[in-house]
């Protein structure tokens, strides 16, 4: 059954190709390992107080993945909040330390499908080369070498894990309650949903693993091989149903199912959501063989008709993929596993049931390209057989990847440091206000306030409604001494959104700073209503009106709060100070 190359006809022990990928996947990477952490992984990690005190560990099962910096997101990822504990209980900022534990991961996630190809196609040639495309493709870096992509990979592993454990069952015959492999199994799903969500596509993954291995393996009906699926992949189902569930009620920290959080043309139509999948595609497909001139804050046009050539042919790329699936799986069975594993990795972030918070990521292909990739070199194989070309296929092939890896150290270069990846990015996107934003931050950061004020100028006049670069602005006139022109930025960022604490907060620490008591209980006052905890706001309160000497305003913040926690022995014991300390002034 198996066909090999020429020069791959003796079998290489799996030791020496979990070597291989392991040396590849490590100098391929090594030059990111000096870069710094920058974008997500400020909020996600050095500015998370979740992950730096274990005291919060409970939180990472009830509150959303930036909580701990202060902020909301859609996100809920128990298990990779723990890794970045972890991370950073053993070495704090040191980012090199990030950067070994992803690339490791991605190189793990290499050997374990390696495996599964193998148990599946015992195709050896086939499975090193479709592995070693996964493990060298410059899309990756969006997983690999950004710190904050680690949810990729880290769900991949468990997925993969859960899929092996699924093959292991399967070739035990034993029954699911027999056997410690299928709850295995099971237990990985549950972890990859809690690193990332997704994982909820793993039952369709472990679906077309088992129906093409039982495919090789017996000789059952079509009807009779859905029947021996069903009958074990249903825990699946209703881990699944549970999930969603969750994700509806307590878990939904913004908008679930909208991550937009508003009714548009693109969330409101499902046609215009699949016309604009299928102009991605064409972008996809053109990324997966001509992979240059990556960047992150891609743009895509909104598509409402099929009146694209981008749109026809992606429609084309689309239903004639998923008709060759449909028709050719019993005469070429890995066509059909690749088709359907591209498209059940682009699933969850296609946009079609959901529509997430952006229309293309390179790291949505991650999983996908696998797909493809399998199919090619399969492809490459019978042709190569059939007029005796394994040479120069092996040539070709060897060549491709060497050109994949060259692409992927030199982006690993463009993640150095923000102001690096930033200005890189915004020759794409230059019109971006978070990058703009961001390189401004970035600016700050080195102490540039020059370029720090420049850029928060231009992020300000392409959306002067945006009360974040008025803030930064605010802190870089802050920093150099320009305390008119801070206090007028920070007001301007509170009357675009009365609700920016930051802003609040930057204005009360001037005026303390000061000792303007009074502005400062001004602009509490004004905060006391956005408050996320108006008990603290009130104490603050109390403090700043007993600083100036106020003990009847002091005493009336107190009694606010003790309205909101009647309990709370400070505030009763400072209560009763206060009121003896105004009867003694009597």
């Not at 723990?82 to 050997?111: C, K, M, R």
């Amino acid at each position: 059954m198996e066909q090999q190359f020429y020069l791959l006809k003796k079998p290489l022990s799996n030791y020496l190709v979990i070597l291989l990928l392991v040396v590849v996947g490590f100098v391929l990477y090594t030059n990111s390992f000096s870069n710094q952490m920058f974008w997500d992984d400020d909020d996600g990690i050095l500015k998370n107080q979740y992950i730096q005190n274990w005291q919060y560990f409970p939180k990472y099962f009830s509150e959303n993945l930036i909580a701990g910096a202060g902020l909301l997101s859609n996100y809920w990822r128990p298990i990779l909040l723990t890794v970045f504990s972890l991370e950073w209980h053993l070495w704090q900022d040191w980012a090199p330390g990030y950067h070994f534990v992803n690339t490791s991961f991605h190189i793990t996630d290499a050997v374990f499908l390696f495996f599964i190809l193998l148990y599946i196609f015992k195709n050896r040639a086939l499975a090193i080369f479709t592995v070693l495309v996964f493990l060298v493709h410059p899309l990756q870096t969006e997983a690999v070498t950004y710190v904050s992509g680690l949810g990729d990979s880290l769900s991949v592993f468990f997925m993969f894990l859960g899929i092996l454990f699924y093959l292991k069952f399967r070739i035990s015959k034993k029954t699911p309650l027999q056997s410690i492999s299928y709850l295995l199994s099971l237990l990985m799903y549950i972890l990859a949903l809690m690193s990332k969500e997704t994982a909820i596509a793993m039952p369709a993954f472990i679906f077309i693993a088992d129906f093409f291995f039982l495919d090789q393996n017996e000789k059952l009906s079509l009807k009779d091989k859905l029947k021996k699926i069903g009958k074990v992949i249903w825990p699946f189902l209703v881990i699944s149903g549970f999930y969603i569930l969750l994700r509806a009620t307590v878990l939904n920290f913004k908008n679930t199912f909208n991550f937009y959080d508003e009714e548009n043309i693109f969330t409101s139509n499902f046609h215009v959501r699949l016309f604009t999948f299928f102009r991605i595609l064409t972008i996809y497909f053109g990324l997966l063989f001509w992979p240059f001139n990556l960047h992150m804050e891609r743009t895509v046009e909104i598509a409402t008709s099929l009146n694209s050539f981008s749109v026809i042919f992606g429609g084309f790329i689309f239903l004639g993929l998923l008709i060759l699936a449909f028709t050719k799986f019993k005469r070429f069975p890995i066509l059909s596993f690749g088709i359907l594993w591209f498209f059940i990795g682009l699933a969850p972030t296609s946009n079609l049931l959901i529509p997430i918070s952006g229309l293309l990521y390179e790291h949505w292909l991650y999983l996908p390209l696998i797909g493809i990739f399998l199919i090619l070199f399969w492809l490459g194989e019978i042709v190569a057989q059939k007029y005796n070309l394994q040479k120069i296929l092996l040539s070709l092939l060897i060549i491709f990847l060497v050109f994949l890896s060259i692409l992927t150290i030199n982006r690993n270069k463009d993640w150095q440091n923000p102001i690096t990846f930033y200005n890189q990015t915004l020759k794409y996107t230059p019109t971006s206000y978070r990058v703009i934003n961001n390189l401004g931050m970035a600016y700050a950061d080195r102490g540039n306030h020059q370029k720090a004020e420049e850029t928060y100028k231009r992020a300000i006049n392409l959306d002067p409604l945006n009360p974040v670069a008025y803030h930064n602005l605010g802190n870089t006139y802050r920093a150099t001494g320009k305390r008119d022109l801070a206090i007028e930025n920070f007001e301007t960022a509170i009357s675009l959104d009365p609700k920016f604490s930051f802003s609040y907060n930057a204005l009360i620490s001037i005026y303390l700073e000061e000792k303007d008591y009074q502005k400062a209980r001004e602009v509490l006052e004004k905060y006391l209503d956005y408050s996320p905890s108006k008990l603290d706001t009130l104490f603050m309160l109390a403090q700043i009106a007993a600083e100036e000497k106020n003990y009847q305003d002091s005493l009336i913040y107190l009694r606010r709060a003790l309205e909101i926690d009647p309990k709370n022995q400070l505030i009763y014991s400072s209560i009763i100070y206060l009121e003896n300390l105004i009867k003694s002034q009597k």
